[in-house]
Every structure is written in C-alpha cells, then in structure tokens.
C-alpha cells in the first residue's frame, strides 16, 4: 500500500498550511515589525515542526508552547512601545532576547525528553501495584478453592453427580 | 464383701466363686432374670452353663437359663414353634435373647426353660445306672418321647438332641422323663457318635445339618437302649471304632450283637436302629406298635461286601462306605489310587455294584473338568467319596458337612478364626451340586438347595464386600449373630443390634478405622434385602474414598431408617471423624466449614440420612463445581495480567513513548499557558 491513509493527510495538512500563510500574510505585512520578531524568535518551532516525523506533532507542540512562553514577553513589549521596526531590530539584536527565546525553546525540548521517561516511571510503579494487587487475588483464589485451581479447565470433565444420585436411591419399601 | 487382698490369698476357683456370689442378676429384655451367681451345672447342656433364672411376670416358676458359650449359633429360627409345645416330655421354653453377660462383660445368648423337677437320667454315657425296665420303657418313656417327636415333627422341626444324657426326670417322685435342651446348639451338635445315625456321625459336629424325624427316631432307638442296659453297649470304645463298627455290621448287631434283649424290645430298637432311613421305623410305625399291632419283623440288613478286601493304608476294607471314609482320610495318598481306576475296578468287580462304579466314573470325569489346579486332588476324592457312600457328609480338605450344615460349619470355622478356605472351594467346585446327584433318592428339599448353592457360587466369585464366604455364612445361617472381630462379643441378631453394637463400640479407644467390614455388609445384604446392591460396589474401591464413604454411611443409614434404633450418635461421630475425603469432594473452603458444622450438628442427633443428605446434596456438589470452574477461569485470567505486567510489555511499548509524549505536550501547554497569560498581565499592569 503505498498511498496510505496518514500520508494523504499529510499532504492535506501541508496544503492547510499553506493556505494559513497565504491568508495571514496580508495581516503579518500590517504587523511587521511583531511578525518578524516572531518568526525569528520561533525558529526552534519551525525546526521542530520539520525534523518531528510524529503525527501528533507533540515535539513541535512541547517545544512550540515553551518556544511562544520565551517570545511572548518581547512581542507584548514590542505593542507597547509603538510596534516600530527599530525597537524591533533592537530586540533581535539583543543576545538577551535570543537566548530568553530560544532558551524557553530549548526547556520545551528538556521537557519533551523528560516528561515521557517519568511517566514510564509512574507506568512501572502502578503495573507492580497492579501485580501485587492480582497476585493477592490470586492468592485468596487458592486459600479459598485450593491449589487445584492452578489446573487448566478441562472442558469434556462430567458434571458432578452425587453418589446417590449416580445410581437412583435406595429402594424403599412402601 | 471380701476385700481384694482375701480375694487374692483364696485358690483361684474359690476366689471366682467367691466373685461370682456377687454379681448383679442379669436381665433379658426386661423379662426375665438369670442369676450368674446361682450355677446349676445339673442343668448344664451342649450349649453352655445352666444359671438360676426368674421370670418377671411370672415369679413361681422355677426356671432356668442356658448361657450359650459355643462357637456355633443357637436354633433361633426353631424357637418361636418350640415355644408352642406344651408336651409334659419336653422342656418348656420360656424365653431367649441375647444379655449382657456381666461375669464376662460380653454379650451372650440365653435360652430359658421351665426347670424339670428331678435330675438328669444319665450324668454321662461312660456312667453306669440302674436299668429301666422293658415295661417301664414300653408303657412310659416310649409313648412320652414318641409324643414330643410327633409335636416336633408337626411344627417341622427335628430334636437333634435325643440321647440318655439330655434326659432328664419330671420330678423326684414319679419315674417320668422328659427331653432337656435342644436350642442353644444345631441339631447333633451335641450328639456322641453313638446315638447319631453312620452318615451323620462322620460329618463334623457342627456340620451336621438339621437332619430328618429318622434320625431322631434312630438316636431314640439308641438312648431306648441304653437305658435299658444302664450304660452303653460298647463302653470304653472310642466314635471311630463305633462308626467302623456301625459301618462293618450294621448298627443293631454292632450294638447288641453280645446282649440278650426282652422280647418286648426287640422289635422297637431293630426297627429304630435301622442304617437303610427308607427301612426304619416311621413315627407312625412306632405309634402302631404301641397300639398293638406288630409289624412284621425288620431283618438286620448286612451292608454290601465285596468278594475281595481294598486294600488302602494298609487296612483291608470291605465295604464301599469304608472305602469312601478311608479315601477321605488320606486324599493325599487316595488321588492316585482312584486315578489309576483302581476304586472303580473294585467296585464293578469285587463290589459287583454296576451304578455305583458308573457314578464313580462320573465322580472322575466331572472332577477333571476345568483343568487342574492345586486343589484338584481333594476335588477328586470329594467327588468319588460321595459316589461311594452318597447319604455321607460332604469331605474335603478336612471339613465333613451335610449341604445343609454348611452354614453352622461355616459360622465356627469363623468362629474359631479357622480356615474357611475348604469351605468357599467346596461350594465353587459344586461339590453340594455332586452330593444331590448322588443320592439314590430325589428328595423336594434338594431343589431349592441346588438353587441356593448355585447362588452362593455366584456370591463368591464376587471379591467385593457384599459378596464372598461372609454373606454365604449370613446367607446360609441366618441365625448366626455378626462375626465381625470387632463387633462378635456384642451378639448381634438383627441390623437394630448390629448398629446399636457399633455405636457403642465407637464410644471405645480401641475401635477399629472403619466401623465397616465384609462381616457388617454380608450380615445387613442378608438381613436387609431390599438394600440396594448397587452401593455395594463403591464400597469396595480403594480408589475413590469419598465415593466409598457416601456409600458406607447410605448403607447405614438406609438400615437405621428400616430397623432402627432412631439416634446413633456416636456412630455418627464416628463417621463423621472419617469423613475427611467427602469434605474435601468439595473444593471451596468456605462450603467445607459450612458443611462440616452442618455434618457435626446432624451427628448430635444421631440420624445417618442427616449426614447423608447434607454431604451427597448435588445442588451443592455441582454449585460447588460450577464456582470451582469459575475460579480456575478468574486464576487463569489473573495469571495472564501478571505475567504481562511482570515482562513490562506496556512499559517498553510505543504506546508508552507516545503517551508519554502526549503528556509532555499537555502539560508543557499548560504551562505556556499560564505562563502567557501571568506575563501578558504582569507587563500590562507595569
């Protein structure tokens, strides 16, 4: 199969893309000066954007989220001094900004690294919880019905019958 | 009363004695009371000890008890006709069962008479007293056992007991006789070989079967004779050689071939003391004598002689029916001789007897058949012993029975602890099936013997309990208490006995694992015959104890709900304590608890079926099953989700990565989140 279902969504995901750029580059060109801000501060973004082959997408979101967190501050400044290219250029020309920036960034990729390792953590110490929860279970299954019951079912064993039962009751006599 | 050092310097028998003087009477069945410390060894029978007795409801009467002490069973079955007899010339009974013998703290058989009011005739037959007179016999101790055997015969039993020392006088006074015990043992069990007829006399006391009136006529012929002598014709002569004798010469001139007898008495005792039982005086014949009429004369008949002697053992034998004992003697020595024809030879040509030499063809023939085995010998000699001398007891291997003293043969080799071994081999090799071939007379009572027998063959080639000697000895003596070792002192006559006998042995330290043995099943398949054969199986089977013990309590319990008694419970605790394989049929814990205070309850009162029920209930045993299968299901669920979580499956799987990628996105845009908006409003405000 080599048209497969996620790589047309895909293509499809990439034509939206487009499309949003188009559509918003009349308002980026209105808002230059932020627009070139961000777009600088969120290289890491586009980068984890490209090199995440998840479909999910979550490294380019973990990274993306911590990436706007370290941008944001500077864009809002930027709005309250008058949205100028000149402030702008200041703030891109700053190693300040750039490493508030990226360095939010690059925590976004800390914590993408880190997070999935404690949640397995948390995983392994909930299945041995688990374990000895069934294991108890286990336990009492046998306290209560024997060992016997470590047998596999045999499905062509008889039912039961009682000993009178298996050979009709003794005859009384009227 | 004497304290136990006098006791211990006193000889041992006055000590007893001494003992003795004290204890309690003993009771029967609220009835009766027999005085162990009153002896009356003047009344003492074959059966056992003579004690003093009182009937409760009837205090002048004198009476007194026969406490049974032999290893046979007493006439049980005879005693309620005998009862009815109101004869002057036959001891009157009163009342039997079984008490509590508390000078040997067993349990014994008892048998009560009106006591007689004169003292035995003959203290014992080696005793020499003063003669009865001919007219004295003919006109008083005739007419007056003539009568008794005529009552006896009318209810269809025999005597088995005539003979001078069971005799005793009515009272002090007057000269008249009447017959002592004849109950408390079987018929000819105590009986010398003097007053028993040749065939009988060879058969071992206690084999002798119930025998017929004729044989009581003839032992009457004997005991007429020796009262008129006042001592036995052949005194000092051992039972073998007064059988060789009989068998020689005939029985009236082997015992009165040296006497000269009165005229009047000639007749009655050549008549009575006839060998051939088709010849001998009737009841009828004597009665009309003694009316007058004379009968014509008996001749005594000389047994068949051959022209030639056999020679056996070095005995030179002359007759087929010495022949037939000699063989019997010595089977050992006796194969080989009647395998080479040599028998057969002597008896077609000296002997001249064709038929007989053709039944001891056939007596050869129809031992062979089958093949030969380790027995086949005896088979053998058996088999032409009875085609020699047909009226004789059965022999082999030892036991000489009649067909129908098998039983109380059976009962004292089990008894004694012998051997019962010649016994179940002479009933598989169909040696009663021979004798009723042999006899020249077709007697209706051998029909329903045959039928028996073949039965009781069928009995014993089953292995199980149910089966086997043991239900042929309750089969063919119904008589006979339970002989079952641990329950044999309790006497035990009927099924109600029999489980009050095991719920008070289960109250002893000393009882037994299973209060159940071959004896207690034999003895309940015979007594109780609607008990269901099918449970008799499972008892058997080793394999399968719980199945073994459901049955053993249904049994038990199918009899107590028949016969009683209502409340056994120490019986019940007994099986109770055994029931540990049927608690454990049922696999939860929980309904085992539940069922064992429900079995122990039931116990308390002592009904077997409660047990039964509880622990045979098959909606519990099958929702018991059901839960058990659901159980091993829920294990093998379980097992499965351990495993899997034990080999960590999930935590090293993509599913894991991708969901630990997930979080880390939701909550690093959580975080942003907050994060934005915290600083949108902290430099808003600023």
Redesign the interface.
Known sequence: MSYSYSQRRKRRGGRSLILLLILLLPAALIVLPSSMLLLAGMIPTIVAIIVDRDEDKSAALTVGAMNLCGVAPFIVQLWQQGQTMGLAMRMLTDPKSWLVMFGAAGLGWLMYFFIPQIVVAIATLRAQSKIKELEERRSLLIADWGTEIMARPDPDKPEPVGLMDDMGATEKQP | MASSAEIDDMPPLAAKARQDSHLPPVDLGGRCEIMPASPLPGFDSAGGAAYAARLSRDRKTECFAIVTDRPVPARIEMMSSFRSIDNPAVTRLLDWGAVDWSPEGRRRFAVIFERPGGRRVMNDLSDMREPFGDDQIVRGLLPALLYALREMNARGMTCGAIRPTNLFYKDAASGMVMLGDCLSTPAGYGQPALVETIERSMAQPSGRGPGTIGDDLYALGVTLLVLHLGRTPLPDIDDDTIIRMKMDRGTYPALTGHLRLPQGLLEPLRGLMTDDPKQRWSLSDLDLWLQGRRLSPKQPQVPRRGARPFEFQGEQLMHCRSLARGLARNSAAAAPVIERGDVEKWVRRAVGDETRAEMVQTAITSANVGGRSATQEDKLVARVTMALDPPSPIRYRGAAVMPDGLGTALAEAIWQNASVQPYAELVLAQLPMFWVNCQADFRPEYVPMIQAYDGYRSLLEHAGMGFGIERILYELCPACPCLSPAIRDYYALTPAELLGALDHLATKPTRGRDPVDRHVIGFLTTHHK???D??LA?LSGQHDPA?RM??MI?VLA?VQD?YGPARLPNLCNWMVSLMDPVFKRF????TREKMKAEVNQAARDGVLEAL?RIV???EA??AD?K???S??????N??R??EQ??S?A??RSDA??????????I???V???L??IG??IF??KG
């Open positions: 609607k008990l269901n099918r449970l499972p199945r459901i049955a249904s199918d028949r696999k939860n814990r929980e039964v045979d209930n098959v045993i099958r099953d839960g058990f299968l159980a091993m299901r829920q294990y093998e379980l097992t989700q351990i979580l034990k960590g999930y935590v894991a990565d991708h969901a630990g990628k997930q979080v880390a996105a909550v690093t845009s975080i942003a989140g994060t934005l600083t949108i430099m808003a």
